[in-house]
């Protein structure tokens, strides 16, 4: 029975590195270790593809217009709205759904796009249109609707993801601050035991409690056959061996259970939690907020 080789279509161009790393469908992709999924999706969004200048300005005056007509419905006499507006506000709607639903972040990842564009969902319903047709809680959808685009808007006018990137920031800040917080108490709780640890005097017992048998090692690697060990045994020599083991020993562990070396031990692990509540004083959410535009692609 001969095994089937895979082989590559020929009317296919060869896969590029690219397309090797993005994810298959049905495939998630997995998070490298220490990378929390706020983070990841930040990174994210700072990576896709932005629009055209032109596309992306003609994106803001549209979300802006929508906002301001909606707007000057509230802030009005509330009367019955005329067709026009209706069929306007239907119009930006159409025009606003097109251009949210061809924009890379589907391409890039769908369901992620839409949780977190949720803002950008809600404005695209034509709010004036809704008006008198006796839905619950009416006066409520229309102010979520003008707040949905208000947020739109802001992000168009900001950059493609301010609105997100910048909330999201903001929850990776407060969820950083609260982790810091908790390890720097837990360090600064263990560099102040630190003066009261013994750690080479822990060490120095557990090799008193195996002296028998760390000797008893060392003497089985001696060479047991030949005329030099039986001269040796003839001699004594070898029991004079196995004291001067002993003592080497014994003055080793008094070294390792000595004031220098414990001081020398906690200068080192002292050193590493320094390190390490440097790093902690880092606040790498802060990176993420702000106006970030690039260029189109």
Request: cysteine-free; charged content about 25%; proline content about 4%.
């Amino acid at each position: 029975m001969t095994l089937q080789k895979n082989v590559e279509p020929q009317n296919q161009l060869p896969k590029t590195q690219a397309d090797a790393d993005e994810p298959t469908d049905g495939a998630t992709k997995e998070l490298p270790v220490g990378v929390s999924p706020i983070h990841a999706r930040i990174e994210e969004l700072e990576s896709l593809p932005h629009r055209n200048p032109v596309l992306h300005w003609v994106a803001f005056i549209l979300s802006f217009v929508s906002f301001i007509l909606l707007l000057s419905w509230l802030i009005g006499a509330r009367g019955p709205v005329p067709t026009t507006w209706i069929l306007f506000d239907i119009g930006l709607g159409v025009i606003s759904a097109i251009e949210f639903f061809t924009r890379s972040g589907f391409r890039w990842s769908g369901g992620a796009y839409l949780r977190t564009r949720f803002f950008d969902f809600v404005a695209i319903i034509p709010a004036l249109a809704l008006l008198n047709r006796g839905f619950v809680i009416e006066d409520l959808w229309i102010w979520l609707v003008l707040v949905a685009r208000a947020a739109r808007a802001i992000d168009r006018f900001l950059g493609d993801g301010f609105v997100t990137r910048n909330a999201l920031a903001l929850v990776e800040g407060f969820e950083e601050e609260i982790t810091d917080r908790v390890l720097e108490r837990i360090i600064a709780r263990l560099q102040a035991d630190m003066d009261n640890a013994a750690f080479s005097h822990g060490v120095a017992e557990t090799f008193v409690r195996n002296k028998a048998s760390i000797l008893q090692r060392v003497r089985a690697a001696h060479p047991q056959e030949g005329l030099v060990p039986d001269l040796a045994r003839i001699v004594g020599l070898d029991l004079a061996l196995e004291r001067a083991e002993e003592r080497t020993y014994d003055a080793i562990v008094g070294i390792i259970d000595s004031e220098e070396i414990d001081s020398a031990v906690r200068d080192a692990v002292n050193s590493a939690f320094s390190r390490m509540r440097k790093e902690l004083g880092k606040r790498s959410w802060l990176e993420h907020l702000g106006i970030r535009r690039k260029a189109a692609k």
